[in-house]
Every structure is written in structure tokens, then in C-alpha cells.
């Protein structure tokens, strides 16, 4: 069964640009979630989809959105960026069970950005 | 107070030894509890989860939970120089959030 693929693996932006990074789940799990993972605030929730739906949110400003589509491909977009948006973003999708995700996620590698 | 605590690192134990690594939580809600591990450039890697209070062992990893006390622990046992990473505690929150714990550097000396 193959893993969890995010891409682009690593990217670079400037200031005010915008990115749209993306995720495509384990076949058959259904609930993606996305993080931000920094040396200094470690791995921080951003967001899950489920059924093209999202059903959390973390505390993040409304410059980062995300979206999930029939098939369960997952993409996260952040605008206006800031140099403190650099960090590695996960994507994880998770299985469900009993009309609820497990909670197990199994990430990616991860979409490295750096904003200059 | 933060969502989820580990204890500070960096944990250095010999190898062959018990290494102990602790996590607390602070939504007594909480039903789903996790362990990850995270070697230096790759992504988080699960390699246990517990429900119920009690102990929960997998080959040399035993996880225990205590919800009194709102406290989860991961003890490997006959630690490996392999062993060597980022332990990070994970809680399935009230509201259904995954919510990770900062992470313990843990070092296995040959």
C-alpha cells in the first residue's frame, strides 16, 4: 500500500507570494490533517478534512487555507507569506473508524518551505 | 498551560538500559493517546497508541496510561544506539484534535 505523498518535497518563495502545497492520502483513508512543524514550536495543528469537509481548525491566521477533494487529495494554500512561515509542512491522513478518525496519522515526508 | 508536556531533554541512557519518557495532557476529555517517533530529517513515525488505562506492550515498548492523573508514558526497554530520536506524545482531544507534546531528544549511548 503506498505511503502518504506530499509535493513538492521542498520550495522556496519571497515575501508576499503565495503557495499551494499538496497531499495525497493512504488509499482508503478519508481524513487528511495538516501541520506546521518549526525548530521552535514544534509540530502545530493547522487543519483536517473529512469527506471534503473540514471539521478543525488551529490557531492560525486565515492566511492559510486548505481544501479536500472527492478523492480524498488534500491541498493547503498560504498566502501573503512571511519569513516566519518557513517550516516543514506535514500532511497526515488517518483512518476511520465508527464514524470518527482513529486519531493514528501516518505522515508524509513533508513539503520543506523556505520564504526569503 | 500547554495542551500537551513532555519531559525536558535530552534523555541519554546506555545502551541495553530502560529508557523512561513522560508526557501529561491537560483536556481530562481525552480518549486516544500516542506515541511517535522522529528521526532527524524524516517525518513522524507512530509506534504506539493506548486507549485504555494500564499497560499496553509491543515488542521492547511498553506504553502506560493513566487518565486520573492525566499522564501517558513510552518505556523502551534493552535500549538500541537505533533507538535514538525524537519521542513525541500525541492526545486526541476532546474536540477531536490531535494535539502533539514538544517532543524528548532521546540519545542511546553505545
Known amino acids: 500500500k503506498a505511503g502518504v505523498t506530499q509535493t513538492p518535497r521542498y520550495l522556496i518563495k519571497t515575501r508576499g507570494q503565495q503557495v499551494t502545497l499538496s497531499c495525497s492520502p493512504i488509499?482508503?483513508?478519508?481524513?487528511v490533517s495538516w501541520y506546521q512543524q518549526t525548530p521552535g514550536q514544534g509540530l502545530q495543528f493547522l487543519f483536517e478534512?473529512?469527506?471534503?469537509?473540514?471539521?478543525n481548525k488551529g490557531n492560525f491566521p486565515g492566511r492559510f487555507s486548505g481544501r479536500q477533494f472527492s478523492n480524498s487529495r488534500s491541498e493547503m494554500n498560504v498566502s501573503t507569506l512571511e519569513l516566519g512561515d518557513s517550516a516543514l509542512y506535514l500532511c497526515?491522513?488517518?483512518?476511520?473508524?465508527?464514524?470518527?478518525?482513529?486519531?493514528?496519522?501516518?505522515f508524509g515526508e513533508g513539503s520543506r518551505l523556505t520564504v526569503l | 498551560q500547554k495542551e500537551v508536556e513532555q519531559n525536558s531533554g535530552p534523555l541519554s541512557v546506555p545502551e541495553g538500559a530502560i529508557a523512561s519518557l513522560n508526557c501529561t495532557y491537560s483536556?481530562?476529555?481525552?480518549?486516544?493517546f500516542f506515541w511517535y517517533r522522529q528521526y532527524s530529517g524524516k517525518s513522524p513515525e507512530l509506534i504506539m497508541s493506548?486507549?485504555?488505562?494500564g499497560d499496553k506492550e509491543d515488542g521492547r515498548f511498553t506504553a502506560q496510561l493513566n487518565k486520573a492523573s492525566q499522564y501517558v508514558s513510552l518505556l523502551i526497554r534493552d535500549s538500541q544506539p537505533s533507538d535514538s530520536a525524537t519521542y513525541l506524545c500525541?492526545?486526541?482531544?476532546?474536540?477531536?484534535?490531535?494535539?502533539f507534546g514538544p517532543g524528548t531528544s532521546l540519545s542511546v549511548i553505545p
Open positions: 497526515a491522513s488517518s483512518p476511520y473508524s465508527g464514524g470518527a478518525s482513529t486519531g493514528e496519522l501516518f
Open positions: 488509499s482508503g483513508h478519508r481524513s
Open positions: 478534512y473529512f469527506s471534503e469537509t473540514q471539521r
Open positions: 483536556d481530562r476529555g481525552s480518549q486516544s
Open positions: 493506548i486507549y485504555s488505562n
Open positions: 500525541a492526545v486526541k482531544t476532546s474536540y477531536d484534535k490531535v494535539i
